[in-house]
């Protein structure tokens, strides 16, 4: 639900308040989703510690408990990946947060079958050992998450790479020159870019102009995530 607010607030159109979009909101949307994976890591790691000071609350768990593990792995494999590539391919950072908050449903699902198998044949106390693990790995995953949603909200420099095709469009545009000042801002799944070009000073403004257009048009079309 968070992600698909945050997808749907960050597809409108730029608006009066908000001249270059709503992207970020699917950023912000992540950061929402890590507030519920630090949740779920809290409840795991405090109920694992819980049972390993007080032994006595541990209880085997029955065949159906394993039977709804294979279930959940199966079924959260499917999804997570499915969510995540359709995130990368929209460009879509809420999206692929979902995903791989989806992701550790899958961790937590195998940390119960082994659980489940290992209390059975007389081990009880790894059930909260590998729910302390677990948690730990959830925890990691919200930092990753966290990390990736921040860094696009504060602007960080995309890849080198994303740069040099940018300059290499733009100086191979006839009458554009030595391209630089490149600056690449992310705002969800689309990316806005300012630069500087230098063009012949005996030029007219109008012709100048058309370079200018010109380039811009040509990083429209070999960059998609640029709008």
Do not use: C, W
Request: aromatic letters at 8%; charged letters at 20%.
């Amino acid at each position: 639900l968070v992600a698909y607010v945050g997808f749907n607030i960050g597809q409108k159109p730029a608006d009066k308040e908000h001249p270059i979009g709503h992207g970020r909101a699917e950023a912000i949307s992540g950061l929402v989703i890590v507030v519920f994976l630090a949740l779920v890591a809290y409840e795991i790691i405090t109920g694992a510690i819980d049972k390993l000071i007080r032994p006595e609350l541990i209880r085997v768990p029955d065949i159906y408990a394993a039977l709804m593990a294979v279930f959940g792995i199966s079924v959260n494999y499917l999804i997570s990946e499915y969510i995540i590539k359709i995130g990368r391919e929209i460009k879509s950072p809420a999206l692929i947060a979902d995903g791989k908050h989806q992701k550790t449903d899958i961790f937590s699902s195998i940390a119960i079958l082994i659980g489940v198998v290992v209390s059975n044949i007389g081990y009880p106390i790894l059930d909260p050992i590998i729910g302390l693990l677990i948690g730990l790995l959830i925890v990691k995953t919200a930092y990753g998450i966290a990390k990736e949603n921040i860094d696009n909200i504060m602007g960080k420099v995309p890849s080198q790479d994303l740069i040099n095709r940018i300059k290499y469009i733009a100086d191979n545009t006839r009458g554009a020159h030595n391209t630089h000042n490149i600056k690449v801002d992310y705002f969800g799944p689309y990316a806005t870019v300012y630069l500087h070009i230098e063009v012949n000073g005996d030029m007219t403004l109008s012709e100048s102009h058309k370079i200018v257009h010109t380039v811009e048009n040509n990083i429209l079309k070999e960059i998609p995530e640029v709008k």
